[in-house]
């Protein structure tokens, strides 16, 4: 996976409100691939509400309601980089949860960038088993290394 013509990872962010600077998700983003050991990969973050990831839910997972996170793989090469995919953000909810668990809309956005790079690579908790233990497990990893790092 790893892309020796462009060492740096990518990452690009959109935000539809202000409440979160971007330039944070995305050196955020950036330590999440390189401590899952990706180089030369490009992904797309973009924070939106309830009303448009509901609709997006609705017609990608038949589920009509909002969500915290979706993602969408890619695993195309394009200009030297692997794009990993998009991944796709309630602010809304994302508030919602940080309240009920007692940390910032900032730390809870964090939070679900990793969640959605984890899917992004191919791991599933809903399935249960084996496949959600290899997903939390790794996505706990993670935020402990940038947890440990900041």
Same mark, same amino acid.
């Given at each position: %996976?790893?892309? %020796?013509?462009?060492? *740096?990872? $990518?990452?690009?962010?959109?935000?539809?409100? $202000?409440? =979160?600077?971007?330039?944070? &998700? /995305?050196?955020?983003?950036? *330590?999440?691939?390189?401590?899952?050991?990706?180089?030369?990969? *490009? &992904?797309?973050?973009?924070?939106?509400?309830?009303?448009?990831?509901?609709?997006?839910?609705?017609?990608?997972?038949?589920?009509?309601?909002?969500?915290?996170?979706?993602?969408?793989?890619?695993?195309?090469?394009?200009?030297?980089?692997?794009?990993?995919?998009?991944?796709?953000?309630?602010?809304?909810?994302?508030?919602?949860?940080?309240?009920?668990?007692?940390?910032?809309?900032? *730390?809870?956005?964090?939070?679900?960038?990793?969640?959605? =790079?984890?899917?992004?690579?191919?791991?599933?908790?809903?399935?249960?088993?084996?496949? /959600?233990?290899?997903?939390?497990?790794? /996505?706990?990893?993670? &935020?402990? $290394?940038?947890?440990?790092?900041?």
């Amino acid at each position: %996976m790893n892309n %020796m013509r462009n060492p *740096e990872n $990518r990452v690009l962010v959109k935000l539809k409100k $202000r409440k =979160i600077k971007k330039k944070i &998700l /995305e050196e955020w983003a950036k *330590e999440a691939l390189s401590s899952l050991g990706l180089k030369g990969v *490009e &992904l797309s973050i973009y924070i939106t509400d309830d009303l448009e990831i509901q609709e997006l839910n609705k017609v990608y997972r038949g589920k009509d309601g909002p969500t915290d996170v979706l993602s969408f793989p890619l695993n195309e090469i394009f200009n030297g980089y692997k794009i990993l995919g998009d991944i796709v953000i309630s602010q809304d909810t994302a508030e919602k949860q940080a309240k009920e668990f007692g940390h910032t809309l900032e *730390e809870e956005v964090k939070r679900l960038i990793v969640h959605g =790079i984890i899917h992004l690579l191919g791991y599933d908790h809903e399935k249960g088993g084996e496949e /959600e233990k290899k997903f939390y497990s790794l /996505e706990g990893y993670v &935020l402990r $290394r940038l947890s440990n790092a900041l």
